[in-house]
């Protein structure tokens, strides 16, 4: 490509909107176009379009019949008919136009500009006051509003890769804190192996440890034994025990993966009296109806009792919360390092009548919160072309940028290796302050060049150094009180629209639920253009600026330094 406009460069699909639905989104079949052809007017409404089918191809989506992509109700698009009216929409959009986009339904176009954000997203957001489950559930009954948990709702969902490098972060972290940088001999419970959860084994047994996972739904267990993110699976307890208890013994690191209620293993392991070094969970807890399974059902019964009696759901969820937490704490007691993992546990654990269930820390200022000072966070990226061939080309080009980054190169060699594609094929790694900029210009130049077959998809998850105000997860323990201000995400969104994104999104609710927490997120283009260089340059200065900013007012020293660094101008 030059650097003209992609459209002047690439040839058509030629394919009608009717021809383009019955091939790619003929429900509940969805599949994203690949190779350099385009279907829409242009690369940056192409991108969108691609991502949006790709979240809901099988191989990413939770149950793609019902739009569902993670998260128990995480979703693309509202209904059928509105995924339909987006996809006709992008295959026309010019690139003077931007889509918006209301809670997955496709309401409008506006007159923008070319280096504006083709698609505008705002999904499930709430006045503060009306801003519970209980109002949620009753517009989304009514066909008003959906979830749009954090990437499902904004079209940038990689599937579990996409929280894999995250999560071994933070089990790296655990380990440099607290076993002298070695997980070898050190085994790993948790609860939870759905599209989220299901990164923790891979992360778990790259990081060293031994690792045991515990869900209810075996279904979740098998997708992660296909894409080779779990090692071994049973229904038995017994078995799951002696397989880990002889891996810690032997130093191994393999992931178990056991059918099975979380709080009845760790019932079961107190009273075996196994202690595991490292305990957390990952449960779909912040959704206490369509996520968290109550203790004593079969999946049947749960589904019968959500649907007959939400209300009594809810209850049972909260007692079995605070359960599952009582034994959490116990362990701890007895010297576990147990921590919440953002799916807001604690505080339904604590409605359900658990008092101390605070007493667990977070994740994110136990491990991460150094890292979002140097405004680190999760860089991902697709490959637009479906060739794997195009991630291995960027994966050695970024080494070749950053040969000093050795946990970054030692990362990649990893996923490399490890790390199935589900999709188009992708990669994440957490990049920092000046990083994202020049990674951003290189995948640019690769396009360009035309050492990748189609142009790149750049994009990261909601949780990042600068787009979240969670008071449960991201924003726990702000060194200035400043937990519950929002006004961080909103700005990160502008700076984002302005700095020319492709895409943008506003969310509310996340991995911690309705109420508890509001964050933003972006996608942009490579193109090989010129145009995308200035908005390369631009977003992937601003975005992690803004993680700098926020932990910088709140008068965090490292990253005050990093703002003097990189001449910031506070």
Not at 234 to 248: F, M, N, Q, V
Request: charged content about 25%.
């Amino acid at each position: 490509m030059n650097n003209a406009t992609a459209t002047e460069t690439v040839k058509r699909s030629g394919l009608s909107v009717s021809e383009f639905i019955q091939k790619y989104a003929n429900h509940p079949t969805y599949i994203p176009p690949t190779g350099p052809e385009l279907n829409a007017k242009n690369w940056q409404s192409e991108a969108a379009l691609r991502m949006f089918l790709n979240n809901l191809t099988d191989e990413v989506a939770e149950d793609p019949s019902r739009l569902v992509v993670y998260g128990g109700i995480g979703q693309a698009a509202r209904t059928v008919k509105d995924a339909q009216k987006i996809i006709e929409v992008l295959l026309n959009l010019e690139e003077d136009e931007s889509l918006l986009v209301q809670s997955g339904k496709p309401v409008g176009k506006v007159r923008t500009h070319a280096e504006a954000p083709r698609v505008l997203i705002a999904n499930s957001n709430l006045v503060p006051h009306w801003a519970t489950w209980e109002h949620f559930n009753e517009l989304r009954a009514r066909g008003l509003m959906m979830y749009g948990q954090m990437t499902a709702g904004s079209w940038i969902y990689i599937g579990t890769q996409g929280i894999l490098q995250g999560t071994y972060e933070t089990f790296a972290a655990c380990g440099r804190i607290h076993f002298n940088d070695d997980l070898r001999h050190k085994l790993l419970v948790t609860g939870g192996l759905g599209g989220m959860g299901g990164a923790q084994p891979l992360a778990a047994t790259i990081a060293g440890a031994t690792f045991l996972g515990v869900d209810v739904d075996p279904e979740r267990i098998k997708k992660r034994l296909e894409t080779r993110y779990i090692d071994k699976m049973t229904y038995d307890y017994e078995e799951a025990k002696s397989w880990a208890l002889e891996a810690k013994e032997k130093g191994e690191a393999i992931s178990i993966g056991l059918v099975g209620d979380i709080g009845d293993v760790l019932d079961k392991l107190i009273q075996d009296n196994i202690t595991p070094e490292i305990l957390t969970d990952q449960t779909s807890a912040h959704d206490p109806i369509n996520g968290y399974v109550p203790n004593g059902l079969t999946l049947e019964q749960a589904k019968e009792l959500r649907e007959r009696d939400p209300k009594e759901y809810k209850a049972r969820s909260l007692k079995s919360m605070a359960r599952h937490v009582g034994f959490m704490l116990e362990l701890q007691r007895r010297g576990s390092r147990t921590f919440d993992y953002g799916n807001n546990l604690r505080e339904f654990a604590q409605q359900g009548g658990e008092p101390n269930a605070f007493n667990i820390p977070g994740f994110v200022p136990e491990y991460m919160r150094p890292l979002f000072c140097e405004g680190k966070g999760p860089f991902r990226w697709a490959a637009l072309s479906g060739d794997p061939e195009d991630i291995r080309v960027t994966d050695e080009a970024l080494k070749e940028l950053f040969p000093d980054n050795t946990h970054m190169i030692k990362w990649l060699d990893e996923a490399e290796e490890k790390v199935a594609f589900q999709g188009l094929p992708c990669r994440i790694c957490w990049l920092g302050m000046g990083e994202r900029e020049k990674a951003g210009l290189m995948f640019n130049q690769l396009v360009r060049d035309g050492k990748v077959k189609a142009p790149i998809v750049i994009g990261r998850d909601h949780l990042d150094c600068g787009s979240v105000a969670s008071p449960y997860r991201e924003t726990e323990g702000m060194l200035d009180g400043s937990d519950a201000v929002s006004d961080w995400p909103l700005l990160n969104l502008m700076s984002n629209t302005a700095g020319g994104a492709t895409w943008v999104s506003f969310h509310h609710g996340g991995g911690v639920g309705i109420g508890y927490s509001q964050h933003a997120g972006m996608v942009i283009l490579a193109d090989g253009t010129e145009r995308a260089d200035r908005c390369l340059s631009r977003v992937l200065h601003n975005d992690p600026a803004m993680g700098i900013f926020r932990h910088a007012d709140a008068g965090y020293e490292t990253a005050q330094q990093n703002a003097e660094e990189f001449g910031l101008n506070l």
